[in-house]
């Protein structure tokens, strides 16, 4: 299990307990996150659950995919702490990550 | 009859008389001599239980005749995920014929970033994606809405008249012309062009495959113009013919290029939406109790909006060309294959959709759908496309809560690319 804290775009914070195994994406969406809408259901193929890894946890998050790299082509705002939270499975390794959310997913 | 795991004549208890005789018909004939591209199945939306009978019999099937050349048709929705997501193994590609079912002419190659593979694809999408940007977005929803409500004041009460050309038209044809800041007076040239660029040169009535490249020329011919006109700007403009001129990826396209790309953005940003107002207008009004729902609580309406577009799937298929041999469902697709993804079929698959023939606005996983496409090709419009769709129906909430009477069936497209319509007759109640 991880405790990950969203951060939404207006600086109001969330924290979710969310299983190991199961992506960050889904544990938003499931959970009525604002800011992250998940249209392809975790296929890495719609970039609309885009969040920023805070820098002390990024090296944790891993790296990106070539896929993933190629969706963040297109999504708006993208910056190098930028992934899509569907790529990331909670683990006990990231017990305690924070990311941001944008206003929205475009 | 196949034996079927789910009990269809259930499911369509009460379907429309020509959907039961083309059910009938569907399980009495060979899938081989099926051809999905014939416009029969689309101008009489008969298509539907054939895809059933695919998505049950033969989910990866090929078909070997055609009047466009075999093709592979991919019907389930986790198959075209599949496919949609795999730019690696299936490519995009004009000069391999391209994104739809028919090949591109190959005398007449209309480059386009739909139908570029990555890297070129990446950096000309880039170049137009700024005018969805949520910044544009937010600006464009209130000439969005100003443009609709004068749209719906001057509509007809009392009286029969056609949706799609007095609404749907005119609605999206205005957005386009503010997005291209194209010459408001003309701006039915886009619609014109749209229709002409998808027409199908095998049905009668339409432009021969020479008229209607004579016809793109002449769009060509037109944006030329504007593009020698905003080239030289010292500050690029605001719109999608300087976001091309000024953008190092797309300055220097040839000719063909910028009639492909520009041939791209009236259809995707014309048809589509056009199509899902008229479609949503249609469901809307056959399923009264989501009429309903939708009144008594106007905040369904996103929801709504992407049960519209689900439901309508306003481009039947995308097409890939495969660039190696590919297993998929015990079949092999073969290098160089057609592969014909079926949105429309996706969409309706109960493998990933509860009960999908259902129009159901408040359906959970409501945004899950194929409209869009998926992957690196997925819709760069999406959210403008929602955003009109949107406007359209809080307008109506806000002016007919006694609803639009439907006077009489939609004409529909002869394409099994572009799902769409070419009237409906419709009503507001005196």
Redesign the interface.
Known sequence: MARITYIAADGAARTIDVDDGVSLMEAAVANGVPGI?????G?????TCHVHVAPEWLAAAGARSE?EA??L??A?GVTADSRLACQIAASPALDGMVVRTP??Q? | MATRAIDFAALNDGEPPHLAAARAQAYATPLETLDLLDTDLWTGDTHWPWFERLRDESPIHYHAGGGFGPYWSVTRYADIMAVDTDHVRFSSDAHLGGITAKDMDADFILPMFIAMDPPKHDVQRKAVSPIVSPGNLAFLEQLIRERAQAIFDNLPVGETFDWVDRVSIELTTQMLATLFDFPWEDRRLLTYWSDKATADETVPGNPTKQEREAIMLECLVYFTKLWNERVNAPEPGNDLVSMLAHNPATRNMIPMEYLGNLILLIVGGNDTTRNSITGGLQFMMANPSEWAKLKANPALVDSAVSEIIRYQTPLAHMRRTALTDVEMGGKTIRKGDRVVMWYVSGNRDERAIPEPNRFWIDRPRVRQHLSFGFGIHRCVGNRLAELQLKIVWQEILKRYPEGIEIMGPPTRVASAFVKGYSSLPVRIPA
């Open positions: 809408d998940g249209d392809c259901g296929n890495c193929a719609c970039a896929m190629a969706m082509e297109f708006d206003a929205s475009h």
